[in-house]
């Protein structure tokens, strides 16, 4: 099957971190930009980050800026995604997706950041909880 894997999510208190992790499974991560995405409980999912292959162009949603922060070691064939302050309404589950079209976080570059049509290879997500 071919899919990303996340894990790393947990509860966590307001004001901590987490590190999140997006490996692959049947494809080569290090090929794609990357996306992560959340859904909090009943509401619709949104995009968060977005990394480009190269690792130099990296896009964060509005609501995320200054507070998280998204890497990749394309030699581990992995994408990380640093969350630091976080808020309850971070609370969520967490997945990445590899961007699978051109140009490189479309979304992000047309003001779309939830924007999912260029996405595949979704992963089952990692669930996030902020609370104390």
């Known amino acids: 099957q071919v899919h990303a894997v996340e894990s790393g999510g947990g509860l966590v208190q307001p004001g901590g971190s987490l590190r999140l992790s997006c490996a692959a499974s049947?494809?080569?991560?290090?090929?794609?930009?990357i996306g992560w995405f959340r859904q909090a409980p009943g509401k619709e999912r949104e995009g968060v980050s977005c990394?480009?292959?190269?690792?130099?162009?990296?896009y964060y949603t509005d609501a995320v800026k200054g507070r998280f922060t998204i890497s990749r070691d394309n030699a581990k064939d992995t994408v990380y995604l640093y969350m630091n302050a976080l808020k309850p309404e971070d609370t969520g589950v967490y997945y990445c997706?590899?961007?699978?079209?051109?140009?490189?976080?479309?979304?992000?570059?047309?003001?779309?950041?939830?924007?999912?049509?260029?996405?595949?290879?979704w992963g089952q997500g990692t669930q996030v909880t902020v609370s104390s």
């Open positions: 990394i480009t292959v190269s690792g130099a162009g990296t």
């Open positions: 049947g494809f080569r991560l290090a090929d794609f930009a």
């Open positions: 997706a590899a961007e699978v079209a051109m140009p490189e976080c479309l979304g992000y570059q047309r003001n779309e950041p939830s924007r999912e049509l260029e996405y595949d290879h």
